[in-house]
């Protein structure tokens, strides 16, 4: 079982960055695929990115490409979401999850263990 703790969002104007962290506890960390997701008021939650459990392979959603970078780093059990450059239409409650099922890794469905979320707001 992994439980997982989300720091780091806040309140930016347009063009600012954030870096986000996503502390995980329990032995299965270092060995998940491990994801972000944000939901927006109103909106279903959308996939961000994904990192493969070493860190050697990483995906995004085309309208964060080149202005997020997700990493990790399992000696401390923590994964990392740098955005900058970032717009108002990235305001949304931001979450991570290890992934534990099968699905496709954009797949909310794919991920067992979710986080409580942190709030991000970007004003124009």
């Known amino acids: 079982q992994v439980q997982l703790v989300e720091s780091g969002g806040g309140l930016v104007q347009a063009g600012d960055s954030l870096r986000l962290s996503c502390a995980a506890s329990?032995?299965?960390?270092?060995?998940?695929?491990m994801g972000w997701f944000r939901q927006a008021p109103g909106k279903e939650r959308e996939f961000v990115a994904a990192?493969?459990?070493?860190?050697?392979?990483?995906y995004y959603v085309e309208s964060v490409k080149g202005r997020f970078t997700i990493s990790r780093d399992n000696a401390k059990n923590t994964m990392y979401l740098q955005m900058n450059s970032l717009k108002p239409e990235d305001t949304a409650v931001y979450y991570c999850?290890?992934?534990?099922?099968?699905?496709?890794?954009?797949?909310?469905?794919?991920?067992?263990?979710w986080g409580q979320g942190t709030q991000v707001t970007v004003s124009s």
């Open positions: 999850a290890a992934k534990s099922a099968a699905y496709d890794y954009m797949n909310p469905k794919a991920y067992a263990y």
């Open positions: 329990g032995r299965t960390f270092s060995t998940s695929t």
């Open positions: 990192i493969s459990a070493s860190g050697g392979t990483r």
